[in-house]
């Protein structure tokens, strides 16, 4: 592995503290940090595409990757894996990980809709302080389709599920 939990993370505080610097050289600039959630969301979802892409390299595998594709017509999903069966492998991504318990009940609903699709979902959050908020996400989607990058490991373990999945046809039932 190229990166592990803290690598990622290190990079993605790194990188957030560029965009916001970048941010302050707009002409319109009056003076006040940038500092919103959809800006850390997005540079968190660059990095985790940044860090994939590395490590699939690393072990010599070519990742299709885009942004944004709708899962549903009103739902976008941020990272997506096309693989060569044509099927795909979506990938929600949070900095900061659910904001309620209904949050569980929609990426249920989405998983569902990806393996009628013939596809897999997958959740990769910074982190999930609150317990019962991670519980109830691994038992909405399966705890092997859950990552926690406060967790020992997870990085490791969403890259080899990615890797391994991509190389899978039909590898969802």
């Not at 500092?35 to 969301?41: D, I, K, M, N």
């Not at 979506?90 to 009628?116: C, P």
């Not at 910074?126 to 019962?132: A, K, M, Q, R, V």
């Not at 990552?147 to 590898?171: E, K, M, P």
Request: one cysteine or more; aromatic letters at 10%; proline letters at 2%.
């Amino acid at each position: 592995m190229k990166f592990d939990n803290a690598g990622v993370h290190d990079l993605f505080k790194r990188s957030l503290k560029q965009a916001e610097t970048a941010l302050e050289a707009v002409s319109v600039w009056n003076g006040a940090r940038p500092a919103f959630s959809g800006l850390s969301g997005w540079v968190f979802e660059q990095t985790v595409q940044w860090c994939l892409r590395q490590e699939a390299s690393s072990a010599g595998v070519h990742l299709a990757l885009s942004q944004h594709e709708r899962l549903r017509p009103k739902v976008l999903v941020d990272l997506v894996v096309q693989r060569e069966d044509g099927t795909r492998i979506f990938i929600e991504i949070k900095a900061r990980g659910l904001f309620s318990m209904n949050d569980a009940e929609k990426y249920k609903n989405h998983a569902g809709n990806a393996r009628a699709q013939k596809s897999e979902f997958l959740f990769l959050t910074l982190g999930e302080s609150y317990e019962p908020y991670a519980d109830a996400i691994r038992g909405a989607i399966g705890s092997e389709n859950c990552f926690f990058l406060d967790r020992d490991g997870d990085w490791a373990r969403f890259v080899g599920h990615v890797l391994h999945l991509a190389q899978c046809s039909d590898a969802a039932s």
